[in-house]
Nanobody, 115 residues
């Protein structure tokens, strides 16, 4: 059974930092791209960052320069280091694991940034 487990969310003051992690396990093979999305109530899920097996990464403009995505391929784990957090970063953060032709989502982890 495929499992995608996020961890590391929480409550932080504006300007603070959090580090999210996401590990894929079970019947997930040949992982390609791993990434992070976020969603606030009433809005569509928004792409945040992604990283390929080769280490190529991309960021949305809203987080560029503040967030860093990294990956430990040997552990099927992706990280999101979030610095200089803003109240508008408050959302549920979801991990996406791409294993063509399938995509696997985690259950989400709440990040709340207080002003």
């Amino acid at each position: 059974q495929a499992q995608v487990q996020e961890a590391g969310g929480g409550l932080v003051q504006a300007g603070g930092s959090l580090r999210l992690s996401c590990t894929a396990s079970g019947s997930i093979f040949s992982i390609d791209t791993m990434g992070w999305y976020r969603q606030v109530p009433g809005k569509q899920r928004e792409w945040v960052a992604s990283i390929t097996t080769d280490g190529d990464y991309q960021y949305s403009d809203s987080v560029k320069g503040r967030f860093t995505i990294s990956r430990d391929t040997s552990k099927n784990t992706v990280y999101l280091q979030m610095n200089s957090l803003k109240p508008e970063d408050t959302a549920v953060y979801y991990c996406l694991v791409g294993s063509p032709p399938f995509d696997y989502w985690g259950q989400g982890t709440q990040v709340t940034v207080s002003s």
